[in-house]
């Protein structure tokens, strides 16, 4: 009986630690991830400039929960609602120096910073920074964001 569960305890341990080595090992998939997480962070910018919620709900799992850029916690239903409703106009938004960590086959964050342009509901044009990670998990066969922390960057005077 005691080798039976030496015998499952390995067993097990090698299930659980072979998809990470596959991620870590594998340069093909690891750039396949990275390229798809880098072109999602993209596409959710445009969906800032488009006010295109649907691509943002999309994108954002059913559990999604994250902290915002006015420092509140907001989960999927919060942030959709949050592009729906806000009165800024935004004119450009870019993506710079970001960097994708995998951590499992289906598990990896993404860290970077995005500057905004535009007007706000006065007209009053706006440049904004924001240095952000998010965390993005696979499932089914679908990249999603599961998490998320956004600080808005002081302005550079």
Excluded at 8 to 17: D, E, P, R, S
Excluded at 114 to 139: C, L, P
């Amino acid at each position: 009986m005691k080798r039976l569960s030496s015998l499952l305890l390995c067993t097990l341990l090698a299930f659980a630690v072979a998809p990470r080595a596959r991620a870590k090992d594998n340069p093909a998939d690891s750039h396949a991830i990275k390229s798809k997480l880098t072109s999602m962070e993209n596409d959710w910018e445009k969906a800032l400039v488009a006010k295109d919620n649907a691509v943002l709900a999309n994108m954002l799992a059913d559990d999604f929960y994250g902290i915002n850029s006015k420092g509140k916690r907001a989960n999927k239903s919060d942030t959709v609602d949050q592009l729906k409703t806000d009165t800024d106009t935004v004119s450009s938004a870019t993506n710079r120096g970001m960097a994708v960590h995998i951590y499992a086959p289906n598990l990896a964050s993404v860290i970077g910073m995005s500057i905004e342009k535009g007007k706000d509901k006065k007209g009053m044009a706006f440049s904004r920074t924001y240095a952000w990670v998010d965390t993005w998990m696979e499932r089914d066969g679908k990249w999603q964001c599961i998490a998320e922390g956004v600080s808005e960057l002081p302005e550079k005077k």
